[in-house]
């Protein structure tokens, strides 16, 4: 039994820790979202750290890491709120790796591990919810007709991994991004998102179905519980100082009881958070079979879903009023753990899984 | 990272499994599935069977009979008392009044209590709250003053568990009422029950038991060397014990079973979604506290360091994970059964809503984390 990183993990989570501190802070942010919605700079830091190439197998150019080596990353992503759409690239990137040809791999991922190709997933449809299962999207004779909105990334990316009915049931194929029509917006916690249309737009076949699919919203499911765990401890940390700093009635409001015990509550929710997030990742890469990952994941996506809502409302409401504001972090922490706390499925979603295993 | 026991842990519970089945007495352990009373007896015949194997008090020293086990292996074996359904073990003399003899007592008061305590000879309680003193714990007013080689003690105390089989009692007193800080005004003493002028008085809790007490000091001669660590310093004692290892506070292992006999006494209502969904979320509550209880061991493996205000966020979560079982077992009971289990769950549910309060209750717990950690 060990919760530690090994060594590896521990020095690039402490480098990535590092350069959000240096060039990722709430003003470089602003910056970064006031225009384009990514910088292109920072994406490239990314590739010099190694960060781009995390889940790329080793024979093409990359570490073949997996989520417990992504864990310590992504925290420091939940902390500074990055808006880069790495995920979407990690897990199209790993879906290439486990189910594209040798050509396919060898065109795409050393890109991606070089920082040089971005990629996004695109699976969920309109009305769909969260369901897996329900996929319109056709191909037939090398060709994807069908629509695939709110895609995360989609706009910058150069290609998408996208799943459709084939021959064979659901499938995935790749798809050039510039061979769908794009509808640009941002979500609710800024980031770049499209709804994307296909028709008749060249695809090529990845050896992969549902279970497939099932498997990355899954590793995209533990890396949103990692990210949460550390937007979470900003959000706590942020309203820990606050209580401390905030004079009312001539006193810090900290020495009341009363809020005292509201912020030792999130502190604890915060711990039990972190918790299931080492338990979905390291039953991401170590379990015995896809129910006992599926398990571990929806039970951490569960507990990570109810810590995200209780501790983004509690913390701007123990900001007062400032914590409304569009200038406190702590307001953009709050959107980005509403949309985490319903990425790869929510709560409800998650329990009956949970339920039906 | 890796969240599964080493092989040698896996052994080593095995160990511990093979042993529990083969020694823990049937009628014990189907009393604990009947939610029954256990008597002073059972305690007591629970408590000898595990002082033969050696392993009542694996915390401590070695010398005085501590198994030497690492605290990944003590957790495990505590894990697996529970998990087992044995009995409890009544901590007031094993890990409340022996680690602060081993950490204040005088070598005549060690070679005195301590195997005495390890072999069961004496039972005992604790001498804490008082009427007017709960978690205000320091202004407590029973008083023990000081006559020639003897302390007088006049007083109450209250809330006493199990005081009534009870040999000993280790009270906090008040040895002088003058100082101004009214910490240094207390002592810690151990007190025979047996001692004139003591009187025991049962308070029946809302399921009917008998578990708590009052106990009246009138006159009671208590001999001076039975004071532990100097006069006045009764808060340094009690202090130090607040934050003596205790890392059974979660009670994971007992959870566990509950949850598995929940589990299977809630069968029926497999199909009832908003029941189904209350019980995976306290399952995932319980399970994300037992890996947190891990990641503190873990920590204190490798850093030395005791656990400090971690102890009070394992009691604040297990004690609510403790209670929200058994309301879901009373929900699960049909409304219309009157059988001994029926009316046992029941009574289990009143029975357990002390959980939240005792041992300093979870208000006081985030007090302690608010102070402690967090540093407001």
Known sequence: ????????????????????????????????????????QVWAQFAEMGLTGLVVPAEQGGFGGGAVDLMGVMEAFGEALVVEPYVPTVLAARLVARAGSAAQKQAILPAVAEGRTKLALAHTEKGARYRLESVHTSFSQGKITGQKPAVIGAPIADKVVVSAHGPDGIGLYLVERAHAKAKAWRTIDERLAADLAFQDAPAEKL????????????????????????????????????????????????????????????????????????????????????????????????????????????????????????????????????ALATEFGDADTHLGRFASL | ????????????????????????????????????????????????????????????????????????????????????????LIPFGLTMCAPVLLRFGTEAQKKRFLPRIYHGEDFWCQGYSEPGSGSDLASLKTKALRQGDHYVVNGQKIWTTLGHYADWIFCLVRTDPGVAKRQEGISFLLIDMKTPGITVRPLILMDGAHEVNE????????????????????????????????????????????????KEYAAHMKEDVRFRDRLSRLEIELTALEITNLRFLDRMRRTGQPPGADVSMLKIKGT???????????????????????????????????????????EIQRNIIAKMTLGL
């Not at chain 1, 039994?1 to 003003?27: H, P, W």
């Not at chain 2, 007591?44 to 020293?61: D, F, M, N, S, T």
């Not at chain 2, 660590?229 to 009670?251: C, D, I, Q, S």
């Open chain 1, 1 to 40: 039994m060990n919760f530690d990183y090994n060594e590896e993990q521990q020095l690039l989570a402490d480098s990535v820790r590092r350069y959000m501190g240096k060039a990722y802070d709430f003003e470089s942010r602003k910056k970064i979202v006031a225009g384009e919605g990514w910088s292109a």
């Open chain 1, 207 to 338: 050896q992969a179905g549902l279970d497939l699919v099932e498997e990355a919203f899954d590793f995209g499911a533990a890396l949103a519980c990692a990210e949460a765990v550390g937007a979470m401890k900003f959000a706590c940390d942020a309203t820990l100082e606050y209580l401390k700093t905030r004079k009312q009635f001539g006193v810090p409001i900290g020495t009341f009881q009363a809020l005292q015990h509201r912020i030792v509550d999130l502190y604890i929710e915060h711990e039990q958070a972190k918790s299931m997030a080492c338990l979905a990742c390291s039953k991401m890469d170590q379990a015995a079979d896809a129910r006992e990952r599926a398990r571990a994941v929806s039970s951490a996506k569960i507990k990570i879903a109810d810590a995200a809502r209780r501790i983004s409302q509690e913390s701007v409401q123990l900001h007062g009023g400032m914590g409304m504001s569009e200038e406190l972090k702590v307001s953009h922490t709050f959107r980005r753990l509403t």
């Open chain 2, 1 to 88: 990272m890796d969240l599964n026991y080493s092989a040698e842990e896996l052994a080593f519970r095995d160990e511990v499994r093979a042993w529990l089945r083969a020694n823990l007495p049937a009628d014990l352990r189907e009393k604990g599935e009947r939610y029954a009373h256990l008597s002073r007896d059972d305690l007591l015949r629970w408590h000898k069977i595990l002082a033969r194997q050696g392993w009542v008090a694996p915390a401590w020293p070695k010398e005085w009979g501590g198994t030497g086990w690492n605290v990944v292996q003590r957790y495990i074996f505590e894990e697996e008392l529970g998990f087992a359904g044995a009995p409890p």
């Open chain 2, 215 to 262: 106990v009246f000091f009138d006159e009671v001669k208590v001999p001076a060397e039975n004071l532990v660590h100097e006069e006045g310093k009764g808060w340094t004692v009690a202090k130090y014990l607040l934050g003596y290892e205790r890392m059974n506070t979660g009670r994971i292992g007992e959870s566990k079973r509950q949850l598995a006999r929940l």
């Open chain 2, 320 to 362: 609510e994970i403790q209670q929200g079982l058994t309301e879901l077992m009373m929900e699960a009971t049909d409304p219309a059964a009157s059988d001994e289990l029926a009316q046992a769950i029941r009574k289990r549910y009143l029975n357990m809503r002390k959980t939240t309060i005792y041992a300093g209750s979870n």
